[in-house]
């Protein structure tokens, strides 16, 4: 393992996380999102480098920088979930382990949100566990990169 250190991504719409539709995202604010992940990381001697963008553009620069910077990237991509292939592309086209994060359950809502460009380019999925999935996520992840750096 080359860094103790995560990419956290969080696409579209994901800063007005704490400000509308709390019944779907509860109340917590993307800066306590990127505390969570942070906090969590620490745990394991991690640090964490977060980006949130309404700009597919700025999030796959961001995902090929984690190449030579990062050991994982965490997840959310918002809407481009069920929309991106440019998305999908950066995740595999780095090669890193990947953790896709939902904050609300996509399968109970409706069925455009139940398919996922980014499932089959991740090994960890954590879906409808709220903003604590955040945190299931980065231990998962971290569960990954240490197994990898043993192997
Ligand atoms: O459940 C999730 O985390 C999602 O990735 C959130 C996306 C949605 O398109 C996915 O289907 C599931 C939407 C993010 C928008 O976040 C908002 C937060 C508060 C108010 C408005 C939007």
């Known amino acids: 393992m080359t860094e103790r250190r995560l990419l956290l991504v969080n696409g579209p719409n994901l800063n007005l996380l704490g400000t509308r539709e709390p019944e779907v995202y509860g109340h917590d604010t993307l800066a306590d999102v990127e505390r969570i992940a942070t906090d969590a990381a620490a745990a394991h001697g991690f ?26 990237i965490v997840i959310n991509p918002g809407g481009l979930t069920h929309t991106s292939v440019v998305l999908r592309d950066a995740l595999s086209g780095v090669a890193l382990p990947v953790a896709e994060v939902h904050i609300s359950d ?9 398919f996922s460009y980014v499932r089959d380019v991740a090994l960890v ?19 990954v990169i240490a197994g990898r750096a043993e192997g």
């Open 106 to 114: 996509v399968y109970a809502r409706e069925e455009f949100r139940h």
């Open 125 to 143: 999925h954590v879906i409808g566990e709220g903003t604590a999935g955040y945190t299931r996520a980065v231990d998962a992840l971290i569960d």
């Open 47 to 72: 640090e964490v480098t977060a980006v949130q963008s309404n700009h597919e553009g700025v999030l796959i620069d961001a995902i090929h920088a984690a190449r030579t910077t990062c050991a994982g």
